[in-house]
Nanobody, 124 residues
């Protein structure tokens, strides 16, 4: 069974860079064809797709965050990582890593596996 687990700091100061890692078990991030995504959910808002990396290593980002976001992977560790630069208070959210067959999924039904999520608070 595929399992995803997010890890990273729970508190980040404004203007700093947020770095989160997703560790995947039960399946290789380089096998078959999936989009390994980062999504987030702010209080009172819906699911926001941020970006994804494919099994071949190609990356895709939502336009509104593209200038601040980088997604990379380490296939030897079966991990993929999100970096979000110059964070603001509006980046406070629960961040999830997820696996799906497409891009820009805004519903949980767009994904077949996801992590439990990690709360990130941006505060000085």
């Amino acid at each position: 069974q595929v399992r995803l687990q997010e890890s990273g700091p729970g508190l980040v100061k404004p203007s700093q860079t947020l770095s989160l890692t997703c560790t995947v078990s039960g399946g290789s991030i380089a096998a078959n064809f999936y989009y390994w995504s980062w999504v987030r959910q702010s209080p009172g808002k819906g699911l926001e797709w941020m970006g994804a990396i494919t099994t071949s290593g190609s990356t895709f980002y939502t336009p509104s965050l593209k200038s601040r976001t980088s997604i990379s992977r380490d296939t030897s560790k079966n991990q993929f990582t999100l970096q979000l630069r110059s964070v603001t208070l509006e980046d406070t959210a629960v961040y999830y890593c997820a696996r799906g067959r497409g891009l820009r999924g805004s519903e949980w039904s767009d994904y077949d596996h996801w992590g439990q999520g990690t709360q990130v608070t941006v505060s000085s």
